[in-house]
């Protein structure tokens, strides 16, 4: 089946993303990707760098932003297509959430270390461009540290591992995500003011990889659409086949935007390649979808 449509993926933008956007273009277009958009979290910063280099190529760009937000407690991802990124209300999101990511950083450090190792500040810094650290980083600094080479905790992570076939995210949603030893609390707006920040910049709202985020909890979608949801997801490599039976119908019962994106960021997800979303229609109804709704 002809892929040629990827709508999420993350640049050196985001903190976890690996290439700059240009770079991003130049291996969409290897890939036989001719519609993409690089949705960095909370950031608008790639979208002007990405426009220009696909434009050269002919590729259709479309301006995008994921934004972390929360819903009665579920932390969560939304993606925004189409938004006029000028609005410094992006810029004001992007350094609101960076401000109180720094914080939860050194908290992030002392939560780690007391799972029985001794990271220091210098070993992070050498991965982080901004002071950030991410559990990601965590993981890769372990992982590398000679140190901790045959320990019982980092196994899973190792080669034949487990959860060797993405370590460094799975490091991640296994310590540092919502519910987990090593989670620090940043405070994000709520998903009703996610879509209104979306829509009041004439963008669309699609709730990102929804199996991922509402694990367990698929029920409260449909609250979702009625608070304004406008498109999901429904092709995420996190999503097993009936994951995306189940979003794929709830999409074309509500009558919803359906999108397809691998959610590519490089080194930190090595399984993860550009134009592969478990897509299993013909993506020229998605591209149909787009033109609807003036995407492309």
């Known amino acids: 089946m002809n892929k040629f449509i990827d709508l999420h993926m993350h640049s050196m933008y985001s903190d976890d993303g690996e290439f700059i956007p240009a770079q991003l273009v130049d291996k969409c277009h290897a890939a036989g990707i001719t519609i993409m958009a690089i949705a960095d979290h909370n950031s608008v910063k790639g979208i002007d760098e990405a426009k220009k280099a696909a434009e050269e190529y002919g590729m259709h760009y479309i301006h995008a932003i994921e934004i972390d937000c929360t819903y009665?407690?579920?932390?969560?991802?939304?993606?925004?297509?189409?938004?006029?990124?000028?609005?410094?209300?992006?810029?004001?999101l992007?350094?609101?959430?960076?401000?109180?990511?720094?914080?939860?950083?050194?908290e992030k450090l002392k939560l780690t270390n007391q799972l029985g190792f001794e990271l220091d500040k210098s070993q992070l810094d050498k991965l982080s461009a901004n002071g950030v650290y991410t559990g990601e980083m965590f993981a890769e600094a372990l992982l590398n540290d000679s140190r901790y080479q045959d320990h019982p905790l980092l196994k899973p992570y190792r080669?034949?591992?487990?959860?060797?076939?993405?370590?460094?995210?799975?490091?991640?949603?296994?310590?540092?995500?919502?519910?987990k030893p090593c989670y620090t609390e940043v405070l994000f707006p709520s998903l009703k003011e996610t879509?209104?920040?979306?829509?009041?910049?004439?963008?669309?709202?699609?709730?990102?990889?929804?199996?991922?985020?509402?694990?367990?909890?698929?029920?409260?979608?449909?609250?979702?659409?009625?608070?304004?949801?406008?498109?999901?997801?429904?092709?995420?490599?996190?999503?097993?086949?009936?994951?995306?039976?189940y979003f794929l119908q709830k999409g074309r019962e509500h009558q919803m935007l359906i999108t397809c994106g691998s959610d590519y960021h490089g080194k930190t997800k090595p399984a993860i390649e550009l134009g592969e979303t478990r897509c299993h229609i013909d993506e020229h109804e998605i591209e149909a979808q787009l033109k609807e709704y003036h995407l492309i």
Not at 74 to 92: A, E, M, Q, T, W
């Open 72 to 92: 009665n407690g579920i932390n969560l991802h939304v993606l925004g297509y189409g938004i006029d990124h000028k609005n410094p209300i992006f810029s004001k």
């Open 195 to 245: 879509i209104k920040i979306i829509n009041d910049n004439g963008g669309i709202a699609v709730l990102a990889h929804p199996g991922n985020n509402l694990k367990g909890q698929f029920e409260v979608f449909d609250e979702m659409v009625k608070i304004g949801l406008q498109g999901v997801e429904a092709f995420s490599n996190y999503h097993d086949e009936a994951t995306v039976n």
């Open 159 to 179: 080669e034949n591992g487990q959860r060797s076939d993405n370590p460094y995210v799975n490091f991640y949603w296994d310590y540092y995500a919502q519910g």
């Open 94 to 106: 992007e350094e609101n959430i960076l401000k109180q990511e720094l914080s939860c950083s050194e």
